[in-house]
């Protein structure tokens, strides 16, 4: 049987929400073994005098503990 846990992180793009997004599963791969799925919880904008200056996400990342 295997045991996984939840962590949630924030990833910010100048580009776009898809791009913040694959930024933080690229990342989480990075630190994080056995990443299964990622479920994005909440999408923001940052504005600088009424334009875009970034898109987040908070993400809730699943990985798999080593038995």
């Given at each position: 049987?295997?045991?996984?846990?939840v962590t949630e992180i924030i990833a910010?793009?100048?580009k776009s929400f898809k791009d913040a997004i694959e930024e933080g599963i690229e990342?989480?791969?990075?630190?994080l073994k056995n990443?299964?799925?990622?479920?994005i919880k909440?999408?923001?904008?940052i504005l600088d005098k009424g334009k875009i200056?970034?898109?987040?996400?908070?993400?809730?990342v699943t990985f798999v503990l080593d038995a």
């Amino acid at each position: 049987m295997a045991v996984a846990r939840v962590t949630e992180i924030i990833a910010g793009s100048s580009k776009s929400f898809k791009d913040a997004i694959e930024e933080g599963i690229e990342r989480a791969n990075k630190t994080l073994k056995n990443v299964e799925g990622v479920w994005i919880k909440d999408q923001s904008i940052i504005l600088d005098k009424g334009k875009i200056k970034e898109y987040r996400v908070v993400m809730k990342v699943t990985f798999v503990l080593d038995a």
